[in-house]
Structure formats: structure tokens, C-alpha cells
């Protein structure tokens, strides 16, 4: 019963460090999705993906690079972290596109000094 | 620029009064989502619009998308604590998600 999962929960990064935020889904799930969400600005679509092997860029792109190598999962990479990039990042999956529904992990939260 | 305008931004009432919140744009949607969501948690889809001029009921939720499939609005009936919590809209065009700034309702007992 795990649906979409995403690690770490927290972080703390110095400007300039990388990391990888992970996200995995148990549901077969074509589509994947990288949201950030910052205070009175709801979710705004970092990357996306409609299948292994396909990615595009949403509204926010810069600064984040993703991959799909396999269904499951769909990792974001933080190149060099900037203090901007302080948020809170949400993984989606969604079977269909222009009408399914978007399954979100818990959040992973993301400090950058 | 935030392409779904959500109003009230904040909204706090007493048990049992009724509510509408609106979501606006001025670009045309293949459908609209409404989501909720629980602090610390993602958001969990409450409805999917996609007909313009569609209306759907939820017990207490009644969603209704524009003519023009533009805009949308929720109004919930006789709320109640536990519908306490964020309300985001959301439009989607060829696999893009967009979300509106949320509304965060405090349903007060």
C-alpha cells in the first residue's frame, strides 16, 4: 500500500552542495511529476514525465535535472543548491494525463543556508 | 505570474456556514482538478472537472466548472471542523499541471 514514496523527509544543504531528492511509485503509473511548494504560492511543476526514457520542463525548471529510467521512479537533482531552492518538494504520479488524478507523496523538505 | 487565480486566499468561519471559493484564469483548460490538503501532507484529489458548465456534488462539496472552462468554484455547505484545511485548484493542459495559489479555510466548532 506504500503509492508514492519520497526520501529524504528533511534536508539541510550549504549553498553550492547537490543532492537527490527520490521518488518511487508501486502503481505502474506513466506519468510522473516534481512540484515545489512555497508559501502563498501553491504548487508550481518543476519537471514531468510521460513515460520511462521522456521527460519535459514545467514552469520552474532551472536548477533541478531529472531522469526516468525505469516506470517506478523519478528522481530530482539539485546541481548546485541555491538558498532560493529553499522549499517543499512534492512527487505526483497519475496513470492518465489530461484527466487523472495526481497521487502525492508526503513531501520532502528541503533547507539550503 | 500564477495562471490560476484563487480567491479567498484565507477564509475563517463558524461551524455550519456555508462558503464558495473561486478559482479564475484567463486560459481554457482541458479539465480542473480540486484537491485538499492536511498540513505536513500532499494534496488528495477531492473532484475532476471537464465538461464546461459541468456541476458535481460531494455530500457537502458542490464544484461547477465554467462555461468557457476557465474558471471553477467550490461551495461547501453547513461546513464543518473537518473540512478545515487548504483547497487547491488545479488546470491541466498537454501533461502540465497548474495549481492555483490555495485557499486555506478554518472551519471554527
Known amino acids: 500500500n506504500a503509492g508514492v514514496t519520497q526520501t529524504p523527509k528533511f534536508q539541510v544543504l550549504k549553498t553550492g552542495q547537490s543532492m537527490t531528492l527520490q521518488c518511487a511509485q508501486d502503481m505502474n503509473h506513466e506519468y510522473m511529476s516534481w512540484y515545489r511548494q512555497d508559501p502563498g504560492m501553491g504548487l508550481r511543476l518543476i519537471h514531468y514525465?510521460?513515460?520511462?526514457?521522456?521527460?519535459d520542463q514545467g514552469e520552474v525548471p532551472n536548477g533541478y535535472n531529472v531522469s526516468r529510467s525505469t516506470t517506478e521512479d523519478f528522481p530530482l537533482r539539485l546541481l548546485s543548491a541555491a538558498p532560493s531552492q529553499t522549499s517543499v518538494y512534492f512527487c505526483a504520479s497519475s496513470m492518465g494525463q489530461n484527466t487523472g488524478e495526481l497521487f502525492f507523496g508526503e513531501g520532502s523538505r528541503l533547507t539550503v543556508l | 505570474t500564477q495562471l490560476l487565480e484563487q480567491s479567498p486566499q484565507f477564509l475563517s468561519i463558524q461551524e455550519g456556514e456555508n462558503l464558495t471559493v473561486y478559482c479564475n484564469s484567463s486560459?481554457?483548460?482541458?479539465?480542473l482538478q480540486w484537491y485538499r490538503q492536511e498540513p505536513g501532507e500532499g494534496p488528495v484529489l477531492l473532484v475532476t472537472?471537464?465538461?464546461?458548465?459541468e456541476v458535481k456534488k460531494l455530500k457537502r462539496l458542490t464544484f461547477q466548472f465554467g462555461d468557457a472552462r476557465k474558471d471553477s468554484s467550490l461551495h461547501i455547505t453547513a461546513a464543518q471542523p473537518g473540512d478545515t484545511g487548504l483547497y487547491l485548484c488545479a488546470g491541466n493542459n498537454f501533461n502540465k499541471f497548474y495549481f492555483g495559489s490555495g485557499t486555506k479555510l478554518n472551519v471554527k466548532p
Open positions: 514525465s510521460v513515460g520511462a526514457g521522456i521527460t
Open positions: 486560459s481554457v483548460f482541458s479539465s
Open positions: 472537472v471537464v465538461t464546461g458548465g
